[in-house]
């Protein structure tokens, strides 16, 4: 495997209140409840409570969170990106 085919892979851990996320390549939005993400493959939402920050490297695509996680949910991009470019060919 290659360097670039790791930089896309996205992986998430949960552990004792401590989120760790991987491939983020922006931070679209942080509050104490929800965060939002770009991920390499689409956006990341994240619901619970007590967010804070112990390390954003968006250099290396690495987040990580302390605080309860409630909910999450994935939105992928590039199975629209395709349709649209599908759509003016």
Partial sequence: MNDQNLANEHTLSYEKNTITITAVVDTNNFEENSICLTLSTGKLYIKGNNFSILEI??????????GKLTSLDYKNTSTKIGLIKRLLK
């Fill in 57 to 66: 490297n968006l250099g290396k695509g690495i987040v990580r969170i302390s």
